[in-house]
């Protein structure tokens, strides 16, 4: 089981920027693909974006393609999000989170993630 931790979630004008951290442990790091999903009251929980095992591949949700970029640093066993030009409705709590390598689903869902860090509030005020 990998411990999830995230951090620099916070309140921020519209068109303003965040960047998220999410510190892994208790696993190999590398052996995972690492994703960032988010929630808002209400909804579901959404995918954001993820990245995988190596960092030499990512994918984005369309709602924030062009303006999030995920990375990763497996020497440091961290993935950040980058948010550009934020929108109010990005306005949630996002999540980090993990699942095996091997594991390839059609589509990147809750569910197919493992293990779940606690989340960080993003606020975006207009």
């Known amino acids: 089981q990998v411990q999830l931790i995230e951090s620099g979630g916070g309140l921020v004008q519209v068109g303003g920027s965040l960047r998220l951290s999410c510190a892994a442990s208790g696993g190999i790091v590398g052996d995972y693909v690492m994703g960032w999903f988010r929630q808002s009251p209400g909804k579901e929980r959404q995918f954001v974006a993820r990245i995988n095992w190596d960092g030499g591949s990512a994918y984005y949700a369309d709602s924030v393609k062009g303006r999030f970029t995920i990375s990763r640093d497996n020497a440091k066993n961290t993935v950040y999000l980058q948010m550009d030009s934020l929108k109010p409705e990005d306005t949630a709590i996002y999540y980090c989170?993990?699942?095996?390598?091997?594991?390839?689903?059609?589509?990147?869902?809750?569910?197919?993630?493992?293990?779940w860090g606690q989340g960080t509030q993003v606020t975006v005020s207009s």
């Open positions: 989170a993990v699942r095996p390598r091997w594991r390839v689903p059609a589509m990147e869902m809750p569910a197919d993630y493992d293990d």
